[in-house]
């Protein structure tokens, strides 16, 4: 290690459609053929499941918004474009299960796209290059690569609007939260925190690989990756815990957290110079790849980020009770922000003491799709919403997975040694460990990844100095030929 590697090093360890059935759409809001009165006409990529995921909500919520139209409907499954079908029962919808041929339509003025992960970022360029607006889910990106690569494209289409679908950014309460903040109403900030506490059982193991749906068109699913041999049950959605696809939960419900704890600092417009995770898959054995218990920490100064994803439930191993508890709250995902004189815990500012001193109503991001439809109407949209927020937030998760990926299984006695100059990881850490022995898992025979500590340089946004060759090969991965990811 160069000397400023070891002086980053040293700072950082002492540093501081809800179910099918909701398809049903009224039918006066289909009533118009497409372009008719002016109005926003869209294309849903990616429904889910039974068409009971993402896509499916947004299929049904912009259908309902005033002067905006779905009028093209694509997934890689016919099976789940038949179930829309049959609710919809409109003849000025078409259904397509490849999304090149939804974007050849000039009909449609703006695409959403839900598809998983992997496939975000391929089709958000192909989008801005046919001429469409472009909604894209989150995460933005599969890696930070592919990120930057829509930040380039969606500067080359400044009269095209991309917009995330981290929803927090359109609840008004966050706003008014960053302004009480400011105030210095409870002191010097200390700590950022962001939590994912969802219960995540095991996804099982196949033994021998499966093969995909017989009515998936498995070569448009793959799209970036090759068609590889399928290991897993539950086709559709348990790709999430697989590399290939997947970001495991920090890249799945973790961006709406990261996000609100990056903004929370001031909303830093670069990654921070380090990261590293600690975690592992804990409880079972099955053919998922990704961590369900894993804690990052950020090197954003001079407050730093911990993130912490929790997929096992409270105790015992009881995913049918209830998931864990901090600082008063149980579950879901959380934002923390915690000071010298009091925090923010998600809706509410509490003194040292833990007297509540503010309340902030939040509307979950109520209005984000109108957001979107709004900065079409104006043809511009604010920072807040635009790619490179999506892709800085979904970089995050990206840093601490490659973090992890480029680690090794060590003791708990080495990590705490490893970390023990830092108060604030390894509170999070013996939190971490208390969490395993609750749910029964013996920590004499566990050894927790210890990522690789990264270090970052944020403006060409690639990995530098000790472990930076490995942690750069998972930050920009191979593409297959038809489904390359182009330079703007």
């Known amino acids: 290690?160069?000397?400023?590697?070891?002086?980053?090093?040293?700072?950082?360890?002492?540093?501081?459609?809800?179910?099918?059935a909701t398809l049903a759409v009224s039918p006066r809001l289909w009533a118009q053929a497409p372009g008719a009165n002016g109005d926003i006409r869209l294309g849903i990529i990616g429904i889910g499941e039974n068409a009971n995921g993402r896509g499916s909500n947004h299929l049904k919520e912009f259908g309902e918004k005033k002067g905006c139209r779905v009028v093209g409907v694509c997934d890689a499954d016919s099976a789940v474009l038949d179930i829309v079908k049959g609710k919809l029962k409109n003849p000025d919808v078409q259904y397509y299960q490849d999304y090149r041929k939804l974007l050849e339509n000039?009909?449609?003025?703006?695409?959403?796209?839900?598809?998983?992960?992997?496939?975000?970022?391929?089709?958000?360029?192909?989008?801005?290059?046919?001429?469409?607006?472009?909604?894209?889910?989150?995460?933005?990106?599969?890696?930070?690569?592919?990120?930057?690569?829509l930040v380039e494209h969606a500067a080359k289409y400044p009269h095209l609007i991309v917009q995330h679908g981290m929803q927090r950014r359109s609840d008004h309460a966050w706003e008014e939260i960053m302004a009480?903040?400011?105030?210095?109403?409870?002191?010097?900030?200390?700590?950022?925190?962001g939590l994912c506490y969802k219960l995540r059982d095991t996804i099982g193991k196949v033994g021998t690989p499966v093969a995909p749906p017989s009515t998936v068109d498995y070569n448009l699913w793959s799209g970036t990756r090759p068609e590889l041999p399928v290991h897993r049950k539950r086709f559709h959605y348990d790709w999430h815990w697989q590399w290939e696809y997947g970001n495991g939960d920090i890249g799945n419900q973790g961006p709406h957290q990261l996000d609100v704890a990056r903004w929370l600092i001031g909303d830093p417009q670069a990654c921070p110079d380090n990261v590293l995770s600690i975690g592992g898959r804990f409880g079972y054995d099955d053919d998922a790849t990704t961590a369900n218990t894993q804690i990052a920490f950020y090197d954003f100064k001079p407050v730093p980020v911990i993130?912490?994803?929790?997929g096992l439930p409270d105790k015992d191993m009881n995913f049918?009770?209830?998931?864990?508890?901090?600082?008063?709250k149980t579950g879901g995902a959380i934002n923390i922000f915690e000071c010298e004189g009091g925090s923010i815990v998600e809706s509410k500012a509490y003194d040292k003491d833990g007297r509540e001193m503010a309340k902030f109503e939040k509307n979950d991001g109520a209005e984000h799709q109108d957001r979107f439809l709004k900065a079409l109407r104006e043809g511009k949209s604010a920072a807040t919403h635009n790619a490179l927020t999506g892709h800085l937030s979904a970089g995050l998760a990206h840093m601490a997975n490659h973090s992890h990926r480029c680690g090794a299984e060590t003791s708990i006695a080495d990590i705490k040694a490893k970390i023990g100059g830092n108060a604030l990881f390894s509170e999070t850490f013996d939190r971490l460990l208390t969490h395993l022995t609750d749910n029964k898992?013996?920590?004499?025979?566990?050894?927790?990844?210890?990522?690789a500590f990264l270090s970052m340089d944020p403006v060409k946004e690639i990995y530098t100095g000790e472990n930076a060759a490995m942690a750069n090969k998972f930050n920009s991965e191979e593409y297959r030929a038809g489904f390359t990811i182009p330079h703007a």
């Open 1 to 20: 290690m160069s000397t400023a590697q070891h002086s980053n090093r040293r700072r950082f360890l002492q540093g501081s459609l809800a179910g099918a």
């Open 106 to 149: 000039k009909d449609i003025d703006a695409v959403v796209i839900a598809t998983p992960n992997h496939t975000h970022t391929l089709i958000s360029i192909a989008a801005l290059q046919a001429g469409k607006h472009v909604y894209v889910e989150k995460p933005v990106s599969h890696n930070l690569w592919e990120g930057r690569k």
């Open 180 to 193: 009480y903040v400011k105030t210095g109403a409870l002191g010097k900030p200390v700590v950022s925190r």
């Open 307 to 310: 993130f912490e994803v929790r």
């Open 320 to 328: 049918r009770g209830r998931v864990s508890t901090f600082r008063g």
């Open 441 to 451: 898992i013996d920590l004499a025979g566990v050894k927790p990844v210890l990522g």
